[in-house]
């Protein structure tokens, strides 16, 4: 083969496996979707088995509040149980973005709460056994930056008055 047909294969097969990644990477972004959709349908309509299905079994979820480090189980089991018994809470993805490598991705998502606003998610997402489950999920407030010093200010005030008491 001469070196022009040799480059021309080259290029030609980089290419294709450029568009299959492509390809696999579309399948794979629809079921990551479908995955974290699924987890925010299943806590709107308090199904705990399936919101909790959406979790690896060394999965943590990390609220909002500081102190808030949830491993699935015992704790956020627990608490998922407690907190749907008086029915779920509802947060809708309204912006996302995810990055895929091998059976890990990554993500993050502005999700949307009729009674507390917009808030932003991100997470880490494995794949075994063919499905998506989610590994680590961390929630937080959304806060303009000039409300930074109120925020502040009224955290250090809280603080205060948890540690007095």
């Not at 949830?70 to 907190?83: E, I, L, S």
């Not at 063919?130 to 005030?157: C, P």
Request: without cysteine; hydrophobic residues 40%; proline residues 1%.
């Amino acid at each position: 083969m001469t070196k022009t047909v040799t480059a021309a294969l080259v290029v030609m097969s980089m290419l294709f496996a450029s568009t299959l990644r492509a390809e696999h990477h579309e399948g794979e972004r629809a079921a990551i979707d479908t995955a974290l959709d699924g987890f925010h349908d299943a806590a709107a309509n308090a199904d705990a088995e399936r919101y909790l299905g959406y979790l690896t079994d060394e999965a943590v979820f990390m609220g909002t509040d500081e102190w808030e480090r949830w491993p699935k189980h015992p704790d956020f089991t627990d608490y998922v149980a407690a907190r749907f018994a008086d029915g779920g809470w509802s947060y809708r993805s309204v912006e996302r973005q995810v990055q895929i490598a091998d059976d890990v991705a990554w993500f993050d998502e502005v999700v949307y709460s009729e009674t507390n606003g917009r808030f932003r998610g991100t997470g880490v997402l494995v794949k075994a056994d063919g499905n998506w489950k989610i590994a680590h999920y961390a929630m937080s407030f959304l806060v303009f930056n000039e409300n930074w010093q109120d925020v502040i200010e009224l955290t250090r005030r809280t603080r205060a008055e948890k540690a007095q008491n």
